[in-house]
Structure formats: structure tokens, C-alpha cells
């Protein structure tokens, strides 16, 4: 065998390994500008909901420490792709700014945050909607994150939307 026909041999699978060599940096780098994206909420100190919660009949409570707590409702008709209002009521705890932020629990539903207004007397509104999905529920998860002057804090509550029929 010719040193020129082992060259050739050896060219296809050259090409192959710097083929997947490429598709593995491209995905590592994609995976490094995803977790730089989400690592938004590694800051904040977490809390957990009281339970029993059902925001699709009341407001759902957590308490932030000793002395301040959250309660989130949502509107009533908890549909997707239908706007839903947004209320975060603040007690002992004062906030810059209060962002709620939909995350599906079992996948990935893209970025649905949103920043809510300040009405006064720790009281924000805003409106959001859920994606939808091809699942018939869809299990979601309502992250409040509050900024304050001392820092981030924040909690969650489970919602389970049910998809419309076709």
C-alpha cells in the first residue's frame, strides 16, 4: 500500500473528526451562552410557598424571611396564549422592582418574563401569558423575584394549565 492511498484513506476520516469536532464546540458554546442566560436567578435568595396553593382559585402566600411575605393571585381564566393578570402584594419588605417569570417545569418554554408596575403600598401589576404547549397540562412554575436594597429574594408556586381543545 502507497503512502498516497493511505492519505486518501485517511482523508475521509479527517474530515468526519474535524466535522464533529466543530458540532461539539458549536453545542458546548451553546450550552455556556444558555447558562449564562438563565444563571439570572442564581443571586437571589430563595423561599419556600406555604402550602396548600391553587392560583387558579386564590392567592397563593410565602413568607421572606421573619418579618415580610408575598402573595401572588392570578387571573382566573388561566388559559395559553390568553393574558393573564398578575398581582404580587408585598408585606414588610420594600421593592425596586418585582419581575415574574413562567418556567416550564418538565421542558423548556422559551423566556416568559415579565416585569410587573409599581402601584403603591407594595402592591405590582402586570400582565403575562403561558405558552402553549402540545401536552394536554402543562406543568408550570411562577417564579417572583423582588429586588431590594438588600438584595434579591424570591419564591415559587406550581400551576398546572390545562390546554384548550381544538
Known amino acids: 500500500m502507497s503512502r498516497q492511498d493511505d492519505d486518501s484513506a485517511r482523508s475521509p476520516l479527517l474530515k468526519l473528526l474535524i466535522i464533529v469536532t466543530l458540532a461539539t464546540i458549536v453545542v458546548a458554546l451553546w ?7 438563565r444563571s439570572s436567578t442564581e443571586d437571589i435568595t430563595w423561599y419556600p410557598p406555604q402550602v396548600p396553593c391553587d392560583l387558579h382559585r386564590n392567592a397563593c402566600q410565602a413568607d421572606l424571611g421573619v418579618h415580610a411575605d408575598l402573595r401572588l393571585s392570578l ?7 390568553q393574558p393573564v393578570e398578575i398581582d404580587v402584594h408585598l408585606h414588610g419588605i420594600e421593592a425596586e422592582q418585582v419581575v ?21 403600598n407594595g402592591h405590582f401589576q402586570g400582565l403575562g401569558q403561558f405558552s402553549d ?18 438584595g434579591r429574594k424570591g419564591s415559587w408556586f406550581d400551576v398546572d394549565i390545562r390546554r384548550r381543545a381544538s
Open 75 to 81: 387571573g382566573r381564566e388561566l388559559q395559553p396564549l
Open 100 to 120: 415574574v417569570e413562567f418556567i416550564g417545569r418538565n421542558m423548556y418554554m422559551g423566556l416568559n418574563r415579565y416585569v410587573l408596575d409599581d402601584v403603591g
Open 31 to 37: 450550552y455556556l451562552v444558555d447558562y449564562y442566560v
Open 133 to 150: 404547549c402540545n401536552e394536554t397540562i402543562m406543568h408550570w412554575r411562577a417564579q417572583v423575584m423582588i429586588e431590594t436594597a438588600d
